[in-house]
């Protein structure tokens, strides 16, 4: 990524990781990221807001390097997690000027992560202003977006706001300005299920709180730049909202053909009752799409073989998913197949307590489903029809 100009005064000098394709270990990547580094040149002082992951000092360098830039007064530390932070002692020895802001939080954890000295640090608080000679740096706290210490930094004679972690989407792209819209709302969506939708409450009363400001393009720290601010708030209000979808996940695991014939059975009657049905198979599924259509679904279905008398592995590792990311949905249930006996529905509702959910009936056959069993499936497909009722087909 080159030095790009993104507005008078502003310029994108972050580096792109088009290779990555797993995030914290966890998280996996098909559209690589970026990490996104701002400067913000003032009539009298210069500012760097956030750098970027270690791995990608060089980039960074060359970067500012290319942009001119031989003096840095202020290196904002929006967040302290090393793809935003990792590269500051870097900075901070090639320009040995420039004083780290940023809040008590987020000063502890670098000091900590980092072992940045304490004497290089410039803290500030929510609200507080930093002039940067006819610009001005307003500091907003955003706690558990999706750190304690996250804060964001709005440019106000600019109208820009940099969101750090918040409202951004792990995706590469040459250019740092949205072009693709559908592709780029499918990689937020994504990336708010994995990262942010845990802090779903906290993040309505931070959207609440933009609605104050005058907004002409927010500046994340992963993903594009959006020059039309209302095209990701409105996402968001609306991902943050109560309102889902009617739409069943059903994610599953066959080993030897049961449960396979359950999900399959209980698809064809929710499909024929107007329901949507998303079947996930835990075998090739990643957790990043699993999540992301958690994001609006009323209904989960756990579809699960029984594997020494509990849930198979990669079930019960969605459920855990599920519960940890805490989505809006309303009801879930659980089909399955077992040998001899278990406590699959026990262990696995066990592992929901952080869902506020209603649980329909359990379904579970006794090797492979018979005409009681798919009778049973069948009224739990008549069952999640008539709950979904009313409920929107929104796209």
């Known amino acids: 990524m080159a030095a790009i100009k993104i507005k008078d ?8 990781d088009w290779d990555r394709r797993l995030f914290d270990e966890l998280i996996p990547l098909p559209d690589g990221t970026s990490y996104n580094a701002y400067i913000v040149r003032g009539a009298t002082k210069t500012a760097l807001i956030d750098a ?10 060359d970067n500012l390097q290319e942009a001119g830039v031989t003096h840095i007064d202020y290196l904002v530390s929006q967040h302290a997690e090393q793809d935003h932070a990792g590269a500051i002692p870097e ?3 090639l320009f040995e000027e420039a004083v780290v802001v940023t809040n008590e939080k987020c000063k502890a954890m670098l000091m900590d992560l980092l072992l940045l000295p304490e004497g290089k640090f410039m803290t500030v608080g929510d609200g507080q202003t930093l002039d940067l000679g006819g610009r001005t740096l307003e500091f907003i706290l955003a706690p558990w977006v999706h750190w304690p210490e996250t804060m964001l930094t709005y440019l106000r004679e600019d109208r820009v706001l940099f969101s750090c972690d918040f409202l951004g989407a792990h995706l590469a792209q040459s250019q740092p300005l949205l072009r693709d819209e559908a ?16 802090f779903r409450t906290q993040i309505r009363k931070h959207l609440e ?5 005058a907004l002409e393009m927010i500046a994340p720290s992963h993903g594009v730049v959006y020059p039309r601010p209302a095209f990701i708030l409105d996402a968001y209000r609306d991902w943050t909202s109560d309102r889902t979808r009617n739409l069943a996940l059903v994610p599953f695991v066959s080993m030897h053909g049961s449960t396979r014939e359950m999900v399959e059975f209980l698809v064809n009657a929710l499909v024929r009752r107007g329901v949507d049905v998303i079947p996930c198979n835990l075998t090739h599924t990643d957790i990043g799409e699993l999540a992301k259509e958690l994001v609006d679904a009323s209904t989960v279905v756990l579809a699960t073989p029984t594997v020494l008398g509990g849930a198979h592995p990669a079930v019960a590792g969605a459920a855990f998913l599920a519960n940890a990311l805490r989505p809006k949905l309303k009801f879930a249930a659980i089909i399955g197949s077992y040998g001899w006996g278990g406590r699959t529905v026990e262990n696995l509702l066990a592992s929901l307590g952080h869902l506020k959910v209603e649980v329909l009936e359990p379904v579970l056959a006794k090797g492979f489903p018979t005409d009681k069993d798919y009778r049973a499936l069948d009224k739990l497909a008549a069952v999640i029809a008539e709950k979904h009722r009313g409920i929107s087909a929104r796209p």
């Open 183 to 198: 592709r780029t709302l499918e990689a937020a969506k994504r990336y708010y299920a994995e990262i942010m939708m845990p």
């Open 91 to 93: 900075i901070l020895e």
């Open 209 to 213: 709180r933009l609605q104050g400001l």
């Open 52 to 61: 970027v992951d270690p791995t990608k000092t060089a980039e960074l360098l």
């Open 9 to 16: 005064h502003i310029l994108a000098v972050g580096a792109l």
